[in-house]
């Protein structure tokens, strides 16, 4: 289990509960089985927290997604996102500590760690000069 603080506040089970989350600097309380629960929450997520969550191992947190994006027949689509991710509680070393979520064409196909993450990204700086190259073999080296 990861090392984040938890608290609990039951709630009544005759009154009715709001399932927006309240946030503070470095924590959010999140409903869960009808109870509010205080998780710590990483400076860089963006997820919103609002909904109820049916256990603690449910509870994740996501960064804001960046895009890269090519050409389609309807104008420009994302191709591949990446965002970093956290799973603390789902009781899995590799997710619990945050790592970079790729989701290509709405699939998410890989978890990376920080150097996995370095590793992709010069990838895909490569495979940017790669295409340049093509451009320029079909553009009598202009680019």
């Not at 938890?6 to 009808?34: E, F, K, M």
């Not at 895009?67 to 591949?80: I, K, R």
């Not at 996995?116 to 553009?139: N, Y």
Request: charged fraction near 15%; charge should be negative; glycine fraction near 8%.
């Amino acid at each position: 289990m990861a090392t984040s603080q938890l608290t609990g506040q039951r709630n009544g089970a005759d009154r009715q509960v709001d399932v927006g989350p309240t946030r503070s600097a470095d924590t959010v309380s999140v409903l869960v089985r009808g109870q509010h629960v205080t998780v710590d929450c990483p400076q860089w997520c963006t997820h919103p927290h609002a909904e109820a969550y049916r256990s603690l191992e449910d509870v994740s947190h996501h960064g804001g997604a960046i895009s890269l994006t090519a050409p389609s027949h309807q104008g420009v689509e994302q191709v591949l996102t990446a965002r970093i991710s956290s799973w603390p509680f789902a009781g899995d070393p590799a997710t619990e500590k945050p790592f970079i979520a790729l989701d290509a064409v709405g699939d998410e196909v890989a978890q990376l760690t920080p150097e996995a993450a370095l590793a992709a990204a010069d990838q895909t700086i490569a495979h940017g000069h790669a295409v340049r190259a093509l451009v320029a073999s079909i553009a009598g080296g202009a680019q």
